[in-house]
């Protein structure tokens, strides 16, 4: 595998930079969005792909989106939102940087928290379902599976 001649913080410079808007035509945002998922498949390690779906569905299962979306959906520290769910603060800050991390929140300050378009559409139910289908459905019948063939 070839390695990169730029300096690193010229290639995350470049990758920062792009946005939907960076593109003239629609064809070329979807190119640009296909080679970004080959790009994060080849970097992601499956621990961060699990990480995320674990920490999306514990979130999902508190209902942690529902109850910050009906208290307003402004900056919160993981202490209102822990108070929200109560459940264990120190495991919720740990799934909320996670989440962060990943872009599915936002950190804009150490310890607070903001929704994203992403965690937001999430509240619809076309959306936000998925994440209890692939738990509830989608391993069932990957574990069944091979029982069937």
Known sequence: MAKSTSPPNDVLGTLNAISANSFDAESDRIKALLAAYALVSRLETPWERIARMSSLKVV????????????????????????????????????????????????????????????????????????????????????KTPEFL
């Open 60 to 143: 999902k299962d508190l209902q942690l989106f529902e109850k910050w979306h009906a208290n307003g959906d402004e900056a919160r520290s993981g202490d209102e939102l822990t108070a929200l769910v109560n459940c264990d603060r120190d495991l919720l800050g740990r799934i909320l940087r996670h989440l962060a991390t990943n872009h599915i929140l936002i950190e804009p300050t150490a310890g607070v928290f903001k929704p994203t378009t992403f965690s937001l559409s999430l509240l619809q139910p076309v959306f936000g379902e998925w994440i209890s289908y692939l738990f509830d459905v989608g391993i069932l019948i990957l574990h």
